[in-house]
């Protein structure tokens, strides 16, 4: 009736576009608190082997959850920062899980080139998205510092 779906699998952020659909187009909600569902890692799986299909996928999720907002009668303040969030997340992650740094500053300008607002100071709200916005700038600085985080076992996940 609404076209809800959740995407397929091997699309990384699938949880997320889903959630938000959800959340949008419910006319009420139920919290629950207790877990209803446990996650494991798995090593080889698709969003912990963490490859530029991952990025891809987002980049895929990031112009779904666009077009979900533009078809609605939704605000497009909220598009923008929850497709900046979803980024967000899948660059820092990126910067830990990838082995060489080309991978991740390749990784960057695909994001570069399909939002190219993301990574301008004027989405600088918050601490976070300041700090955020000087990871990407400073790619090298960031890859070497996400490796010297991962020796004393720091990881943002």
Not at 32 to 57: A, C, G, H, Q
Not at 91 to 104: C, G, H, I
Not at 134 to 147: E, Q, R, V
Request: some cysteine; hydrophobic content about 40%.
């Amino acid at each position: 009736k609404n076209n809800i779906r959740f995407f397929p699998d091997k699309t990384h952020g699938r949880d997320i576009i889903f959630s938000r659909i959800l959340a949008f187009r419910a006319k009420k909600s139920l919290v629950i608190p207790n877990v209803l569902v446990r996650s494991y890692e798995i090593d080889d799986s698709f969003s912990r082997s963490f490859s530029i299909d991952n990025v891809k996928s987002s980049i895929k999720v990031s112009h779904d959850t666009r077009i979900f907002f533009e078809n609605g009668n939704f605000d497009k303040n909220i598009m923008s920062y929850a497709i900046y969030k979803h980024l967000r997340y899948v660059l820092v992650v990126s910067s830990f899980r990838f082995k060489e740094s080309s991978s991740y500053i390749f990784s960057i300008n695909l994001v570069k080139d399909e939002f190219p607002d993301l990574i301008k100071f004027k989405n600088c709200k918050k601490l976070k998205d300041c700090l955020f916005v000087m990871w990407l700038k400073f790619s090298n600085i960031s890859f070497l510092t996400a490796s010297l985080l991962k020796i004393f076992n720091i990881r943002p996940y």
